[in-house]
């Protein structure tokens, strides 16, 4: 006898199909969308350039040799390139810390800068800034570039198993909790960021505040090859936590009759997330909303599913950022506004109308 398929597991079939599908096409289109933005980025500033003559820059090609040329390659080896590449490292890690959180309390409200993880990595990384040429002048210059994205990692790493344990209460995780802890932690973090503020010299004073509005104005190839690490071992986690965070979705019970080691799968988000929000803040200083705002917009495109969603947030995190870089260089040219501030013009009022329109999320 022939099997019976109810036509709403057709339907259910067929609509996962073409979720799958869509989510194929996003992600190649989102890959070329790397691309272009990689290009542009290296092109577009106060000195512009045509993406052809920057890329003779980086390959070498047409090497200058006089005052303009040799202006060029360093505009566009030195300057531009290593915030290009910062950029895409940071995005993707942020928009993939923000899917991680999310599947790690079920809910698409979660985000590191939201909840307090960014602000404990800065705090961390403050403490670095200014304890480093107190503690051991001699060294600072040599130590501090290492001991930045350690410290910024313990930090983040520290907050989110907090901010964990004190939103969790029987297995369950309660958003309201998690955002009011998150808000309080942040207000603790910046607070004792403000006391450090407050005590350092003119120079520390100066790099402070421009550090913690974000920018990657001061990006340099030792940042990236300091960074490379510790984002990549965060975005190694992505295909092992992929279908785990698929099961947690059920709830941490359910994942557990399916075969998940729910602890395991906890630990391993949270250092994923601690390591690559703490790399991303030391780098670049705290930067907001990427975590919030492009896995929701995913998701309304390609759905739940977390092998594509992280994929696909990585890509969209890094072009992201990238283009909100190249404003900040272009808004107020040829001065250069901090890009923390032209992510929370953009995702500050997202965030608004997402708690407007999903106010079922918030258990309140």
Request: charged share 10%; proline share 5%; net charge positive.
């Given at each position: 006898?022939?099997?019976?398929?109810?036509?709403?597991?057709?339907?259910?079939?067929?609509?996962?199909?073409?979720?799958?599908?869509?989510?194929?096409?996003?992600?190649?289109?989102?890959?070329?969308?790397v691309?272009?933005?990689?290009?542009?980025?290296?092109?577009?500033?106060?000195?512009g350039?045509?993406?052809?003559?920057?890329?003779?820059?980086?390959?070498?090609?047409?090497q200058?040799?006089?005052?303009?040329?040799?202006?060029?390659?360093?505009?566009?080896?030195?300057?531009?390139?290593?915030?290009?590449?910062?950029?895409?490292?940071?995005g993707?890690?942020?928009a993939?810390?923000?899917?991680?959180?999310?599947?790690l309390?079920?809910?698409p409200?979660?985000?590191?800068?939201?909840?307090?993880?960014?602000?404990?990595?800065?705090?961390?990384?403050?403490?670095?800034?200014?304890?480093?040429?107190?503690?051991?002048?001699?060294?600072?210059?040599?130590?501090?570039?290492?001991?930045?994205?350690?410290?910024?990692?313990?930090?983040?790493?520290?907050t989110?198993?907090?901010?964990?344990?004190?939103?969790?209460?029987?297995?369950r995780?309660?958003?309201?909790?998690?955002?009011?802890?998150?808000?309080?932690?942040?207000?603790?973090?910046?607070?004792?960021?403000?006391?450090?503020?407050?005590?350092?010299?003119?120079?520390?004073?100066?790099?402070?505040?421009?550090?913690?509005?974000?920018?990657?104005?001061?990006?340099?190839?030792?940042?990236?090859?300091?960074?490379?690490?510790f984002?990549?071992?965060?975005?190694?986690?992505?295909p092992?936590?992929?279908?785990?965070l698929?099961?947690l979705l059920?709830g941490?019970?359910?994942?557990?009759?399916?075969?998940v080691?729910?602890?395991r799968v906890?630990?391993?988000?949270?250092?994923?997330?601690?390591?690559?929000?703490?790399?991303?803040?030391?780098?670049?200083?705290?930067?907001?909303?990427?975590?919030?705002?492009?896995?929701?917009?995913?998701?309304?495109?390609i759905?739940?599913?977390?092998?594509?969603?992280?994929?696909?947030?990585?890509?969209?995190?890094?072009?992201?950022?990238?283009?909100?870089?190249?404003?900040s260089?272009?808004?107020?040219?040829?001065?250069?506004?901090?890009?923390?501030?032209?992510?929370?013009?953009?995702?500050?009022?997202?965030?608004?109308?997402?708690?407007?329109?999903r106010?079922?999320?918030?258990?309140?």
């Amino acid at each position: 006898m022939a099997e019976k398929h109810s036509p709403a597991a057709h339907a259910t079939a067929e609509t996962a199909g073409d979720r799958g599908r869509i989510a194929g096409r996003v992600i190649v289109t989102l890959a070329a969308g790397v691309l272009l933005a990689f290009f542009l980025s290296i092109s577009i500033g106060a000195n512009g350039f045509t993406p052809g003559t920057a890329w003779q820059a980086i390959t070498g090609l047409g090497q200058g040799t006089d005052a303009g040329g040799l202006q060029r390659d360093v505009i566009v080896l030195d300057i531009r390139l290593p915030r290009t590449l910062l950029g895409l490292m940071i995005g993707a890690t942020l928009a993939v810390s923000g899917v991680i959180l999310q599947g790690l309390f079920r809910n698409p409200l979660a985000d590191p800068g939201l909840v307090g993880v960014s602000s404990g990595a800065g705090l961390a990384a403050v403490l670095v800034i200014i304890g480093i040429p107190v503690l051991i002048p001699g060294l600072a210059g040599n130590v501090s570039p290492y001991a930045l994205p350690f410290a910024a990692f313990l930090g983040a790493l520290l907050t989110t198993i907090l901010l964990y344990r004190i939103a969790t209460r029987a297995g369950r995780t309660s958003m309201a909790t998690m955002l009011l802890a998150g808000i309080a932690l942040g207000a603790l973090a910046g607070a004792l960021t403000g006391f450090l503020t407050f005590a350092s010299d003119d120079q520390q004073l100066r790099d402070l505040t421009f550090w913690t509005m974000g920018s990657l104005g001061g990006a340099t190839m030792e940042k990236v090859t300091v960074a490379v690490p510790f984002i990549m071992l965060s975005l190694a986690a992505m295909p092992w936590l992929a279908h785990k965070l698929d099961a947690l979705l059920l709830g941490e019970a359910e994942a557990g009759h399916l075969g998940v080691e729910v602890q395991r799968v906890k630990r391993t988000a949270i250092v994923a997330v601690a390591l690559g929000v703490g790399a991303s803040v030391a780098a670049a200083g705290p930067i907001g909303f990427i975590g919030i705002v492009v896995p929701h917009l995913l998701r309304l495109v390609i759905g739940p599913r977390h092998a594509a969603l992280l994929v696909a947030s990585a890509l969209l995190g890094g072009i992201l950022l990238v283009a909100a870089d190249i404003a900040s260089r272009i808004v107020v040219a040829p001065a250069e506004l901090p890009i923390g501030i032209i992510t929370a013009l953009i995702g500050a009022p997202f965030f608004l109308w997402l708690l407007l329109h999903r106010r079922a999320l918030v258990d309140l």
